[in-house]
Every structure is written in structure tokens, then in C-alpha cells.
T-cell receptor, first 115, second 112 residues
Framework: DSGVTQTPKHLITATGQRVTLRCSPRSGDLSVYWYQQSLDQGLQFLIQ???????AKGNILERFSAQQFPDLHSELNLSSLELGDSALYFCASSAGLASYQETQYFGPGTRLLVL | GQQVMQIPQYQHVQEGEDFTTYCNSSTTLSNIQWYKQRPGGHPVFLIQ?????EVKKQKRLTFQFGEAKKNSSLHITATQTTDVGTYFCAVYSGAGSYQLTFGKGTKLSVIP
């Protein structure tokens, strides 16, 4: 158990819909990262937040957005869903103190299926 | 951003055989991390290498960072069924970067 929690575990929805994935980081961690894992693209970095502020952006679509709240939990919002958005979405957290050399601790993931 | 090539993509070994996965970059890396993801699980941090030529061991696992800091390897001695999973290398996109880029991973199957 990494200490990172994600809800829900599974999500089934239809194309065009909007969903929200939730992540709570390890106690004391200030940074939260979101990743998308699909069979053909591997593990892709989407976005990072540090103490409520966006810090780094990866291959995140404009239909996707995220935020980190004052209690440090984070939400990833996916809208206008397409079949290709079906994937595993992982949240990870790190202390956020030592920047680019930190270990990231991954949550169990949310499996999204878009029908 | 930083990219890393990981080979092989798949490896099937008989239990007891050794296994090695390689991670290569065209540019010098500041550091490299290795993660393991069990089937149906999430990536779990194994180790970080920072120094040129660094070698670290964790029981049957040996991690190496190349002298030029452009490649790394993970070697497992005498594989066991518990070693099954996908092994990823991951690198930060340069000094000051917060983006961790993962290799495609090597999926290890161990035949009992």
C-alpha cells in the first residue's frame, strides 16, 4: 500500500460524457502527478501540481483538466469523452521538496472504460 | 523532452534463468529510476541511480548506470515467479524538470 488513494476504482461511461477522478496523496506529500496508461502508449505523464499550483504539463488534452485543492487532494476532469480515452489513470505523489529527483508513489489507479 | 528506449519489450524466461532489461538514451541523463508494475497493479519504485557507473543491488536485482550516463540496466539473477511484471525505467526531463518520462517497459514472464 503506497498511501495514495484513488476513487473510483472502475468507471464505465459513454462517449461525450464527463467524469471526475479523485486522488488523495500520501500524508505530507505536496506534489501530485497524473498519468494515463494505455496498451499502445504506455505510461504517459499528464500533469503535475505542487501545493495547489500547476507545476508541469505533459501530454494532456485540452478536454482534460485538473486541480489540486487546499487539502492537497486532486481531481482530474475528463470531458467530451472518446473511445480512445479508455485507459488506466494513475495518480502519484511525492514530497515535492527536492524537485526532479524525487521518488513518486503511485495509487492503485482508476480504470476508465468509454463505450 | 527526454526520451528513453527500453528493450526488450517482452521476455519469457524459465524459472531460475537470469533476466536483463536495458534502457538507452541519446542524451546524458541526470538520473534514472526503475519501477516495477505487477499484473493488475500500479508502478512501484525500485531504485534511483544518479552517479556515473553506479551499481546498486537489491537481493537478486542489480541496477547499473552507464559511465556516460546514457544507459542503464536491470539484471535479475535466478528469476522467480514473484518477479513477473513489467519493469520500467523512468527519467526526469533534465535538470529542473518535474516531468518523469517512462520507457515502454519490459514485460517479464516466468515459466515455472
Amino acid at each position: 500500500d503506497s498511501g495514495v488513494t484513488q476513487t473510483p476504482k472502475h468507471l464505465i461511461t459513454a462517449t461525450g460524457q464527463r467524469v471526475t477522478l479523485r486522488c488523495s496523496p500520501r500524508s505530507g506529500d505536496l506534489s501530485v502527478y497524473w498519468y494515463q496508461q494505455s496498451l499502445d502508449q504506455g505510461l504517459q505523464f499528464l500533469i503535475q501540481y505542487y501545493n495547489g499550483e500547476e507545476r508541469a504539463k505533459g501530454n494532456i488534452l485540452e478536454r482534460f483538466s485538473a486541480q489540486q485543492f487546499p487539502d492537497l487532494h486532486s481531481e482530474l476532469n475528463l470531458s467530451s469523452l472518446e473511445l480512445g480515452d479508455s485507459a488506466l489513470y494513475f495518480c502519484a505523489s511525492s514530497a515535492g521538496l527536492a524537485s526532479y529527483q524525487e521518488t513518486q508513489y503511485f495509487g492503485p489507479g482508476t480504470r476508465l472504460l468509454v463505450l | 523532452g527526454q526520451q528513453v528506449m527500453q528493450i526488450p519489450q517482452y521476455q519469457h524466461v524459465q524459472e531460475g534463468e537470469d533476466f536483463t532489461t536495458y534502457c538507452n538514451s541519446s542524451t546524458t541523463l541526470s538520473n534514472i529510476q526503475w519501477y516495477k508494475q505487477r499484473p493488475g497493479g500500479h508502478p512501484v519504485f525500485l531504485i534511483q541511480l544518479v552517479k556515473s557507473g553506479e551499481v546498486k543491488k537489491q537481493k537478486r536485482l542489480t541496477f547499473q548506470f552507464g559511465e556516460a550516463k546514457k544507459n542503464s540496466s536491470l539484471h535479475i539473477t535466478a528469476t522467480q515467479t514473484t518477479d513477473v511484471g513489467t519493469y520500467f525505467c523512468a527519467v526526469y526531463s533534465g535538470a529542473g524538470s518535474y516531468q518523469l518520462t517512462f520507457g515502454k517497459g519490459t514485460k517479464l514472464s516466468v515459466i515455472p
